[in-house]
């Protein structure tokens, strides 16, 4: 995958801009003047009533969450704003997911609709700590210095009621994950806990915690201005609003772009420039997505419903174009091979079954396949999930599953004859070259 950060589009690809709109109105990322021209300060709640009118804009419009599950975010604010006691948020900037750059760039292009997100979230729960953790990656140190810069810039204009602390994390995989933020911000290992207690239940400092992607709080800081019905003119009824794609793989103009859910993927593809080669099939979703034949896909509206029809989701926000030439079993056997060294090593499924699945796709993409494997190797994928504290073994075993079926011919041809050509191409999906957690320590 080429690298997609902040390779946006220079001109628009679709009138549904939101979080991108400072950026296609001026072409640079927006500073807190030109945000504050632009928007206007965020219309911070001040009393309950406001503070439970904020909730009802937020489930009116029907925000789901953009970090991975697509959960509906009022659900989440109320079941925290209802909990006694002061409230801490957790603002998830990690962004661990390879084949997505999303997070990076609004926080590069829009920090401080993030920020507004962030200040209005926190006082809807009742929130008297702000976290916003961000990786400890040095690709992004850069982006960490500026944002502690205008996280000051805005403290001393006045604009935000609470401090926002701002935390580096290992980058792993799992450490993103919301009861690892949660854990390492009460001085732990950046390592999913086994639950119950649910972070909104007890998190930070056992206060009920809401962890909300970053992308999820700009729109939240939308919806707060303009209101649920704005929020829905772009989308559809079930899948309201715009999300954030990256878009990599064999397409011309790989980047990140806004797109109004629902819009088909072969459109999203369109609006990249095409693609430059025959497509053999679309990933859905990122490391934890879902393959799906080209042909079949490209029809597909870019939304949760739709989606969950074939098995697959959204996910981080990520589209990843196959062409017909490349081995996806290949594919899939290095991303295997990364998440199972990525786990954390607490869980059978983890411990046992993933590094077994991935020696298991690498020996039916590269090697000899012994007489068993044809039965062993579905059996041992549908072990995985379910079965962890947290959902990474679910999320594998999604992309494995998918893989089986989706390359069904490929299997045949690999088990009969051996690996295909497209095994000697380069990789279209890149792994990062991340050491294992275990090696890299968890603080
Ligand atoms: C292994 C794993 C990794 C995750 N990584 C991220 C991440 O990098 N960023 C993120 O926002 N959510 C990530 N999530 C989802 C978070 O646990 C959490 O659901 C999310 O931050 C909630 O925000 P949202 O409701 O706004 O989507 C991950 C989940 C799992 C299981
Ligand atoms: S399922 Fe895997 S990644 Fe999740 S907590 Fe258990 S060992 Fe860690």
Redesign the pocket.
């Given at each position: 995958m080429t690298d997609t950060t902040l390779t946006v589009p220079a001109v628009p690809t679709t009138p549904d801009h939101r979080l991108f709109r400072g950026w296609f109105e001026t072409g640079a990322p927006a500073g807190l003047a030109e945000h504050l021209d632009r928007y206007g300060p965020a219309p911070l709640p001040t009393d309950r009533r406001d503070r439970q009118a904020l909730i009802e804009a937020v489930e009116q419009a029907g925000l789901t969450?953009?970090?991975?599950?697509?959960?509906p975010?009022g659900v989440?604010l109320r079941s925290v704003a209802e909990r006694r006691g002061p409230a801490v948020l957790v603002v998830?900037g990690?962004?661990?997911?390879p084949a997505s750059r999303k997070?990076e760039a609004l926080l590069d292009l829009a920090p401080h609709l993030v920020l507004d997100g962030a200040a209005l979230a926190a006082a809807a729960v009742g929130a008297t700590a702000v976290h916003l953790c961000l990786p400890r990656d040095e690709a992004r140190a850069a982006q960490a210095a500026w944002l502690a810069e205008a996280v000051a810039e805005r403290r001393r204009a006045g604009l935000d009621p609470l401090p926002v602390e701002l935390h580096l994390l290992p980058h792993h995989?799992?450490s993103?994950?919301?009861s690892s933020l949660v854990q390492w911000l009460n001085g732990g290992p950046a390592r999913?806990l086994a639950t119950p207690p649910r972070p909104f239940e007890k998190g930070v400092a056992r206060r009920p915690t809401l962890?909300?992607?970053?992308e999820?709080l700009a729109h939240l800081a939308l919806i707060a201005r303009y209101g649920p019905a704005w929020f829905r003119t772009a989308g559809r009824p079930d899948a309201p609003g715009t999300a954030l794609v990256t878009v990599s793989g064999a397409v011309r103009e790989p980047g990140v772009r806004e797109v109004p859910l629902g819009m088909p993927l072969g459109t999203l593809l369109a609006g990249v420039g095409g693609t430059t080669r025959p497509l053999g099939a679309l990933l859905v979703g990122g490391f934890?997505g879902s393959w799906l034949p080209a042909e079949q896909a490209l029809r597909v509206p870019f939304a949760k419903p739709a989606l969950a029809e074939l098995g697959a989701g959204p996910g981080?926000g990520v589209l990843v174009a196959l062409p017909a030439q490349a081995c996806g079993l290949a594919e899939t056997a290095r991303v295997l091979r990364f998440l199972a060294a990525q786990s954390a090593q607490q869980c059978g499924p983890c411990r046992f079954g993933l590094p077994a699945v991935a020696a298991d796709f690498e020996l039916l993409a590269w090697g000899t396949p012994d007489g068993e494997l044809a039965r062993r190797l579905p059996h041992r994928v549908g072990l995985l999930a379910g079965r962890g504290a947290?959902?990474?073994p679910d999320?594998a075993s999604r992309l494995a599953a998918t893989a089986l079926s989706t390359f069904a011919a490929d299997v045949e041809h690999h088990l009969l004859a051996g690996p295909c050509p497209g095994t000697a191409l380069p990789p279209v999906l890149v792994v990062p070259d991340r050491p294992a957690a275990d090696q890299e320590g968890w603080r």
């Open positions: 969450g953009r970090g991975g599950a697509a959960f975010t989440k998830n990690m962004e661990s997911e997070d995989y799992v993103s994950e919301e999913p962890v909300d992607n970053v999820t934890f981080a947290c959902r990474h999320g």
